[in-house]
């Protein structure tokens, strides 16, 4: 085993890893950022190097400075957590390079699961089979129009060296085959560098069900069951399950030893995910995630096992400790990821700031894994996961109205988060009785009554203790009570009550009663500018395309009128509450 970790990460995954590497008797090591320099995993770990910078490209992706880490150190281990650095071969071998074993797959299987064609080769070769489609580049957009003709619509055009929903789009006739090109090209280029893209038959509503893989290198590898991730939106994860509710035995069955195909085909090891698509009881390869999961706790939950303590074993060379017959799947897990981001009327804005309070539940069967404490900042640089409530229960009713009890209990202060719509969808008849896809949040469940929570400090504790006895009499149905009312002594008792909202947030598209000037409602970069000077628009109406987390949005006109000035052209970086254009 290794004598010393470090944790290529921050946030929640950091904390993670850090925690197993203690049970296991293995030091660690933190690399923080300078506005991490007293994060929770920088406090947790053994040692800390600064990485300096505050972006993510100035620190946690700064290979220079990570790879000085690791040789001052002397950590004889890398763990890369998930995104930053997990996926990227180049890193790899880098770390491998210095003798430092990484923890993960060989680079040349990274390296086959990088790019969606190379991927989808590879699986075929095990006769493991993705949605039906074509491997072949698209030049000309005839090709789609034949595929349309043969398959029929709607068709799913893909970026090839893309991932994570980024650059796909969805041709529904043969009239939107040229846009839908551009545009997926457009995106692709943008987000991957690479404008290559390929198509296949667009399934209408499926499930994301995907299958946790473990393969040591001595030859062997498990499936611990699946994971269902079809409460999205926008290719973010907002609640996953395992196992997959309503999956029949025969496809579960199929679905692992196809996942187990896959990740032999590659020559795997380590810790992988293989996606699939599920519908109509079929089921279709998509991609393999070469790194440990966000969601990964649930497989934890109904397994007993401990992810990152089988990667470890597995990366310092033991043999897997069990066999197939061996993995038994027990009651089940739901994760709901608490993120820093405002879901009000379904907009999921950022909502970065300092956590001023933070309570987290207990109680039989809930865990929380978690990133930051009371009094940290979440950063607008990073990712915006505050932590990750993960419940088992044992069926899948008793793990719904666990979850919803244990968020029920949680507070979360000074920044606003997603509960409001995680309890949203958990409380939802359409998810309990898993009639629910990969479309739903985004086509079906209705947020627009969602309100933002904790967004404002509860009262003000600085003087809890200063309470004063007021006794009073009350009256119900006429009957007399004595009451007594411990308040706090400088605040009038109806004044106790939780303040309003603290931050007057824009929401970023409005019903209609806009000034005119319509600002973008977060950083990005404008790729499209859709009005010009003089033309008349109705509310509503996009009028430019931001690009902005991860993906394009429509900024839409805040009342009707007619376009005076345009501010942006394609390819301006722009800040939250830039306007981009006045309406008169
Ligand atoms: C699809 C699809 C339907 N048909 N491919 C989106 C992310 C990327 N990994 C693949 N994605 C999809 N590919 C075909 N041929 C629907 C999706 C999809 C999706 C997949 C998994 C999880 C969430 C999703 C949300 C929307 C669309």
């Known amino acids: 085993m290794f004598t010393k970790v470090l944790i ?54 700064d290979t220079e400075a990570i790879l000085s880490a690791i040789d001052r150190s002397g950590a004889d281990a890398v763990h890369p957590g998930y995104g930053f650095f997990s996926e990227n071969a180049d890193f790899a071998r880098a770390v491998t390079d210095r003798g430092v074993t990484f923890i993960g797959p060989p ?38 129009r034949a595929f349309g003709t043969e398959h029929g619509y709607p068709v799913a055009i893909k970026a090839a060296y893309g991932g994570g929903g980024r650059g796909m789009k ?32 667009y399934l209408t509503a499926p499930r994301h069900v995907e299958i946790q893989v473990l393969a040591d290198a001595h030859g062997n590898a498990v499936y611990l069951g699946e994971r269902d991730c079809s409460a ?3 290719h973010q994860k907002l609640i996953e399950e395992a196992p997959a509710p309503a999956l029949p035995d025969e496809v579960r069955t199929a679905m692992g030893e196809a996942a187990v195909a896959v990740a032999l085909g590659c020559g795997y090891t380590n810790a992988g995910t293989v996606e699939f698509l599920y519908e109509d009881g079929d089921f279709y390869y998509l991609e393999m995630n070469t790194r440990l999961q966000v969601e990964h706790p649930v497989t934890e939950l109904v397994t007993g096992l401990d992810l990152v303590e089988q990667q470890l074993r597995i ?42 309070g933070l309570k987290v539940p207990d109680g039989f069967g809930v865990r929380f894994d978690g990133g930051y404490e009371a009094g940290d900042e979440i950063s607008q640089y990073y990712d915006n996961l505050v932590g990750k409530l993960v419940v088992w229960g044992r069926d899948r009713d008793v793990a719904i109205r666990r979850t919803l009890r244990a968020l029920d209990e949680m507070v979360v202060e000074g920044v606003a988060t997603t509960i409001p719509a995680d309890v949203a969808i958990l409380a939802h008849p359409d998810f309990g009785a898993v009639s629910h896809s990969t479309k739903w949040v985004e086509e079906t469940l209705d947020l627009s009554d969602v309100r933002a929570d904790g967004a404002a400090p509860v009262g003000d504790d600085d003087d809890a203790a200063a309470t004063a006895r007021r006794d009073t009499t009350v009256e119900v149905d006429g009957r007399r009570f004595a009451v007594s009312l411990w308040v706090p002594e400088t605040v009038a008792p109806a004044a106790a009550a939780r303040p309003g909202k603290a931050k007057g947030r824009r929401s970023s598209g409005g019903a209609g009663g806009g000034d005119g000037r319509v600002a973008v409602p977060m950083q990005g970069t404008i790729v499209k500018v859709l009005v010009a000077v003089g033309d008349s628009v109705e509310a509503g109406d996009p009028v430019c395309v931001l690009e902005a987390m991860k993906m394009e949005n429509n900024v839409a ?11 942006v052209t394609p390819g301006d970086s722009v800040g939250a509450g830039d306007v981009v254009v006045v309406i008169e």
């Open 557 to 567: 006109a805040d009342k009707a009128g007619t376009i005076a000035e345009v501010l």
């Open 232 to 234: 999205q939106r926008r």
């Open 107 to 144: 680079p040349g299987a990274i390296e086959v699961m990088g790019d969606k064609i190379s991927a989808r080769l590879a699986a075929e070769k095990v006769g493991v089979l993705g949605v039906p489609g074509t491997t072949d580049f698209i030049t000309d957009p005839d090709q789609v």
């Open 315 to 356: 990366a310092s060379g033991e043999p897997l400790s069990f066999s197939q017959d061996d993995v038994a799947i027990s009651g089940h897990a739901i994760e709901v990821r608490i993120n820093a981001e405002d879901p009000a009327g379904g907009a999921f804005l950022p909502s970065p700031g300092r956590i001023t």
């Open 8 to 61: 290529a990460n921050r946030g929640e995954i950091a904390v993670r890893v850090i925690r197993a590497c203690r049970e296991m008797g293995v030091a660690t090591v933190a690399v923080y950022s300078d506005l991490d320099r007293e994060a929770l995993h920088t406090r947790l770990a053994d040692e800390a190097y600064a990485l300096g910078g505050q972006t993510a490209a100035e620190s946690y992706l």
């Open 170 to 201: 969805v041709v529904t006739d043969e009239a939107s085959i040229e846009d839908a090109i551009e545009s997926a090209q457009r995106e692709a280029m943008a987000y991957f560098a690479r404008d290559e893209i390929y198509m296949e038959r």
